[in-house]
């Protein structure tokens, strides 16, 4: 990092237990965010991510530890937080009287935009997210997607120089999911924004994060940049193969998934020879043999 690099985050041994509960939700959490980094935070279900987020725009407090934005204690300045972080929760969108333009608009007038710039900013984000033709529908009309797309140009309004988005492309088809990725990626690139994204779809993350960190049980059990944390697997290279009746594997393959006869299986690089003479793979109508995800390097921590 160079001398003028700033942090977008500076999270200190942050602990957080919810009420009863055994668990702890975050346990001695310590890292930091680049100004201007795209970062992604991976887990499964229950992992902690949400409750680690919900700290770092000042809606839940931790038990123990800090959390600076920028150099601000996030909750000992929370308009601070507030002006600076947009945050994309996975829970529904609220403004569903609103047409798709006035919960733009006033999204953006309410983060201190004048009319004429709030208007500009509406059309330019309806435009980028391709919702132009729905401006004029009520939300609550909108489809699952569509308002997840709303909830995102909502998210983006006023500029903030972060943003945290959780799961921001769920629900989306194909080609809208595509248009998202481009977006970020543009407002990362070309507006040097400071992006913190949750999701569990590692392998379209892995086109545009720069860092990841994996969590589980409350803790970051990896934390590196894509290629690192792939290259640091023993088992680096992705078998996909399509089996018929009666056909088996040989048992050095860690099996990761198998659905009707399609295996995905995890091989150590050494391993790959005595597999390619102990298989004919050609024999099989399917296969594929390629270096490690972010996925693998996912099922493998979380
Ligand atoms: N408001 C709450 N009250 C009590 N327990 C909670 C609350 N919110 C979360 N938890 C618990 O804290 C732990 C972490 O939950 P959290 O929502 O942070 O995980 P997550 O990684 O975001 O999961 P998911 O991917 O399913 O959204 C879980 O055991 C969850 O049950």
Redesign the pocket.
Same mark, same amino acid.
């Given at each position: 990092m160079s001398a003028d690099q700033r942090y977008a985050y500076e999270v200190e041994d942050l602990h957080k237990r919810? %009420?009863d *509960?055994t668990?702890p =939700?975050n346990a001695g959490l310590s890292f930091r965010i680049e100004e201007g980094e795209f970062f992604g935070l991976l %887990? *499964?279900? %229950? =992992? %902690?991510? &949400? &409750?680690?987020i919900k700290q770092m725009i000042g809606l839940v407090r931790p038990d123990r530890g800090s959390i600076r934005l920028f150099g601000h204690d996030v909750f000992a300045h929370s308009r601070y937080t507030t002006t600076h972080v947009g945050y994309m929760p996975?829970t529904a969108f609220a403004l569903n009287s609103l047409t798709v333009r006035e919960a733009v608009y006033f999204s953006a007038h309410l983060r201190g935009m004048s009319i004429r710039a709030a208007k500009r900013e509406r059309d330019t984000l309806l435009e980028a997210l391709g919702l132009t033709a729905l401006a004029r529908k009520v939300v609550r009309q909108l489809s699952g997607g569509e308002r997840r797309l709303l909830q995102l140009a909502v998210t983006l309004t006023g500029a903030p120089p972060v943003l945290i988005l959780d799961e921001p492309t769920n629900e989306l088809d194909p080609s809208r999911r595509r248009q998202v990725w481009d977006l970020l990626r543009d407002l990362h690139q070309r507006d040097g924004r400071t992006v913190i994204l949750i999701t569990h779809n590692a392998i379209e993350a892995e086109q545009v994060i720069e860092r990841v960190g994996i969590?589980r049980e409350g803790e970051l059990v990896a934390l590196g940049a894509p290629a690192e944390l792939k290259s640091s697997l023993r088992s680096r290279v992705r078998l996909t193969i399509t089996l018929g009746e009666g056909d088996v594997l040989p048992d050095y393959l860690r099996i990761q998934s198998e659905h009707r006869g399609r295996v995905v299986a995890l091989v150590d690089s050494a391993d790959l020879p005595r597999l390619t003479k102990d298989v004919d793979l050609t024999r099989f109508p399917e296969f594929t043999i390629h270096t490690a995800t972010l996925e693998d390097v996912y099922v493998t921590y979380a």
């Open positions: 919810y %009420g *509960s668990e =939700a %887990g *499964s279900n %229950g =992992a %902690g991510k &949400t &409750t680690l996975q969590m």
